[in-house]
């Protein structure tokens, strides 16, 4: 699966993104997939993650009320819609695809987008 992620960029606390991540290589409508974040010197973490039907969601405590992750099968595209951004959310997104095992450990994914930049300006 070749992922590629667009969408970031820069904005002000309160404010609102939309990153997409378009995958090609195999039936997109098969597998799960995730959207993790890496802050500059920390791990990468969890953000949230989707099945393939789009059906079942599952969200980091931190995101959760406030990022939304979609799929558009059709499109073979998933979004991360991201509301009320706060500066903590400042890091470097990236979309992952099939985990073969939990949702959340970014070791269960084999195939990643480049990631794309979201600065958040207090």
């Known amino acids: 699966v070749q992922l590629q992620a667009s969408g970031g960029g820069f904005v002000q606390a309160g404010g609102r993104l939309r990153l997409s991540c378009a995958a090609s290589?195999?039936?997109?409508?098969?597998?799960?997939m995730g959207w993790f974040r890496q802050a500059p010197g920390k791990r990468r973490e969890f953000v949230a993650a989707?099945?393939?039907?789009?059906?079942?969601?599952y969200y980091a405590d931190s995101v959760k009320g406030r990022f939304t992750i979609s799929r558009d099968n059709a499109k073979s595209t998933v979004y991360l819609q991201m509301n009320s951004l706060k500066p903590e959310d400042t890091a470097v997104y990236s979309c992952?695809?099939?985990?073969?095992?939990?949702?959340?450990?970014?070791?269960?994914?084999?195939?990643w987008g480049q990631g794309t930049l979201v600065t958040v300006s207090s």
């Open positions: 992952a695809a099939d985990p073969q095992g939990a949702w959340y450990v970014a070791d269960e994914y084999d195939s």
């Open positions: 290589g195999r039936t997109f409508s098969s597998y799960v």
């Open positions: 989707i099945s393939g039907s789009g059906i079942s969601t």
